[in-house]
């Protein structure tokens, strides 16, 4: 296995134009300054981010004769989809930090949370439209619809147990794959990318993002709170089976801690064995291993592709996504 | 002043166009069926309203050679984009009733109703960009971005006590007049209306939103609970200072009961005397003329256009905005 690498190691191929991203999204800001309040909040979610979505609306771009505008526009507009669905996903959740700094809901309460991330939807669709390309708007209509679809679909799943591996992969396709497609699918419709590379890049979108949702999953078990920026066991506590958690439940269908902790028995302690087990079990390695064969797929999805720096990026990316420790 | 019309009699010349509207709207929550407890919340929701903005968008098309399929489409997304805002206002607000209906989160909980604004954003979306439109595409996410903004000027404005009307009038446009303006441009746009005859409807609908606000404005101090289908005295209790409270403030700057509750002392007492010193002071009355200005503006900017039974339609909704209780 390669040494590991980290996510700015394999985009330094696309820095320039990342560079490009990171100022005209800090120039987002600063147009509403007017409003400071929402500049304010706009400036603290702006900054940061591993820019994976960005980088791959850019990469995706490269194997075409590439419209620099365009392109720049729908990464920033893949970039703000998906932290307008964060800032309501920790709405939901409640949750008090993301990558360990402070939450918008728990710096600026609920109310705001929910009308930044309404705000922020609608600059990446104002964005997305200044494409000028109707295909790509729907893309983006329609991965908002698969977002919110599969995160509605996973909280009517909270707390129940009968829930298969095929709803799983759904929810997971819907909630994270769907913005992978998203962004490699309209960096190379933007650049005149010849239809068969589209349905590659769009292929690579699709698997990465399964691997990319199975390895957070993981994560969640496995990780460290300082890793992940927020508590360990996150999901399992909010009643998210995810699959790491499904294959404890049939492993041990019975007296198994996830159900006792559901029918409210000792929960906490409960979860707790719950995790502990997961651990210990082998069941991590399981998970990894088809993380791993969904990575595997995505890079075989780019064999339709000319060999070049940015394809080189690519295939890199399909073992960060499985090394990755946050 | 003529008799006073419903809002159903106004729309009859264009029911044939409002029952194509309904039953595309039936068939989205259809579409949802193997999905079923997101098919039953679109159920829910999608019966009933009073149908202004797609009888807006209706018969704003009217005049020129209309094109059908992509104006009933508009004029679903626009009810769409509007209750995907009241849903999320209603969670927002812990509002338990809307229209003397339960509310999505007092009958599913905060997570699903933030989700299922969403889901209504991403609907509304593809809706319009199935128009082949990108001015239209255009003109809904600046929408979308003037409500979210201007919803969240009210809420840092909440409890303040320093607002100027002009701060008052952006707050609406941006909450209110742009949804009505999205309705009648794009309306007009879709239909290939000359540009001269498109500004004069993008100027009806400013207008008309403006009235239309601050009547709702006003009902929400005069209208009974049965006629709100909410508590009287909403906005107040919210901290959000609307064209009344702001003149009350005015007239009475000293021991003022708006200012006492703000701080804290007696809140229910000094609401409920705030709210009836601005029934006996004249104050609504002052507040209708405003609102009955922007109507009249509004039946002015029709001038332009060819008289038919639209144009009268659009007239007599602008008496309608001013007279209705509800």
Same mark, same amino acid.
């Given at each position: ?52 979505? $960005? ?50 809901? &728990? ?25 000028? &390309? ?31 591996? &095929? ?63 927020? $508590? ?11 699959? $790491? ?35 210990? &079990? ?45």
């Amino acid at each position: 296995m390669a040494t590991r690498s980290n996510a700015e190691d394999i985009f330094k191929c696309v820095n320039n134009d990342l560079e490009k991203v990171r100022e005209r999204m800090a120039q987002i800001a600063d147009s509403e300054r007017d409003f400071p309040e929402l500049s304010g909040m706009l400036c603290y979610i702006l900054s940061g981010g591993k820019f994976i979505r $960005p980088a791959l609306v850019i990469m995706s771009s490269k194997f075409s004769s590439s419209s620099d505008e365009p392109i720049i526009s729908m990464a920033i507009a893949t970039e703000l989809l998906h932290m307008a669905t964060l800032v309501h996903d920790d709405a939901i959740d409640k949750a008090d930090k993301r990558h360990g700094h402070p939450t918008v809901n &728990s710096q600026w309460g609920l109310e705001k949370a929910i009308l930044l991330g309404d705000y922020l939807f609608s600059v990446a669709g104002t964005l997305t439209a200044s494409t000028g &390309s109707l295909r790509v708007v729907r893309l983006f209509t329609n991965t908002l619809k698969a977002i919110s679809r599969g995160e509605l679909k996973q909280s009517f799943a909270a707390f129940q147990l009968d829930k298969s591996y &095929s709803d799983y992969l759904e929810r997971i396709v819907q909630k994270t794959s769907s913005l992978f497609v998203m962004a490699t699918e309209s960096g190379s419709v933007l650049s005149q990318t010849p239809e068969e590379m589209v349905q590659a890049l769009h292929d690579y979108g699709y698997n990465m993002g399964i691997a990319y949702q199975i390895v957070d999953d993981i994560l969640d078990f496995t990780g460290t709170e300082e890793e992940l920026g927020k $508590p360990t066991g996150s999901d399992l506590s909010q009643g998210t089976i995810t699959l $790491p958690a499904m294959m404890l439940l049939e492993r041990y269908p019975k007296n198994n801690p996830i159900k006792l902790a559901f029918q409210g028995y000792e929960i906490a302690d409960n979860l707790r064995k719950a995790t502990e087990m997961i651990i210990s &079990s082998g069941i991590i390695d399981e998970c990894y291993h088809i993380a791993d064969s969904y990575a595997q797929k995505a890079s075989k999805n780019l064999d339709k592709l000319p060999d070049n720096i940015y394809k080189s990026a690519l295939l890199e990316l399909t073992r960060f996504v499985v090394q990755r420790k946050e």
